[in-house]
Antibody
Framework: EVQLVESGGGLVQPGGSLRLSCAAS????????MTWVRQAPGKGLQWVAN????????HYLDSVKGRFTISRDNAKNSLYLQMNSLRDEDTAVYYC????????WGQGTLVTVSS | QSVLTQPPSASGTPGQRVTISCSGG????????VNWYQQLPGTAPKLLIY???QWPSGVPDRFAGSKSGTSASLAISGLQSEDEADYYC???????????FGTGTKVTVL
């Protein structure tokens, strides 16, 4: 059974940083693209970034380019999202998802950016 | 603002058929395959349809996806109370070089 467990969310001030983690199990992590998606409170889904199996290809949402960094450690079956220069509008539940087409999702971790 | 437009709401009585549209452009739906996601209240999204009209394991064939040109549709047949959820279309956008979601449609079972 595929399991994705996000962690690292919390309350942070504008301009601050957070690092999200996603622990994967139940599948061959190194064989799949991985994706981060977010959902602001009461709003729709927004794709944030994805990363190829070996980390060689990465894509970002324009509004997070230069501020967020997606990475992975295939030895640890883990996906990461380093978020810097956080803004109010980054407040959301952040989900990690398996594959580019997001076939499986974690339960999400809430990031709140507020002073 | 999303580049994929969906109606904000749709509704039907149990057993009815409901259709949700997803309108895009050449750089997204026109050139790429469409996926659909179901998000039940308070839960994470779930992949419902992939590659325009394919079912992941465990998804009933009451849900059917289609695509024509720069638009896609999701049809729910034999509507059930447990189908009350938000539904999102999504696809890759070649111009944005990123994935885009639709605006979302809330389905209500009357």
């Amino acid at each position: 059974e595929v399991q994705l467990v996000e962690s690292g969310g919390g309350l942070v001030q504008p301009g601050g940083s957070l690092r999200l983690s996603c622990a994967a199990s139940g599948f061959s992590f190194s064989g799949y693209y991985m994706t981060w998606v977010r959902q602001a409170p009461g709003k729709g889904l927004q794709w944030v970034a994805n990363i190829k199996e070996d980390g060689s290809i990465i894509h970002y949402l324009d509004s997070v380019k230069g501020r967020f960094t997606i990475s992975r450690d295939n030895a640890k079956n883990s996906l990461y999202l380093q978020m810097n220069s956080l803004r109010d509008e980054d407040t959301a539940v952040y989900y990690c998802a398996k594959e580019g087409r997001m076939s499986d999702w974690g339960q999400g971790t809430l990031v709140t950016v507020s002073s | 603002q999303s580049v994929l437009t969906q109606p904000p709401s749709a509704s039907g009585t149990p057993g009815q058929r409901v259709t949700i549209s997803c309108s895009g452009g050449r750089s997204n739906i026109g050139n790429n395959r469409v996926n659909w996601y179901q998000q039940l209240p308070g839960t994470a999204p779930k992949l419902l349809i992939y590659s325009n009209n394919q079912w992941p394991s465990g998804v009933p064939d009451r849900f059917a996806g289609s695509k024509s040109g720069t638009s896609a549709s999701l049809a729910i047949s034999g509507l059930q109370s447990e189908d009350e959820a938000d539904y999102y279309c999504a696809t890759w956008d070649d111009s944005l070089n990123g994935y885009v979601f639709g605006t979302g449609t809330k389905v209500t079972v009357l």
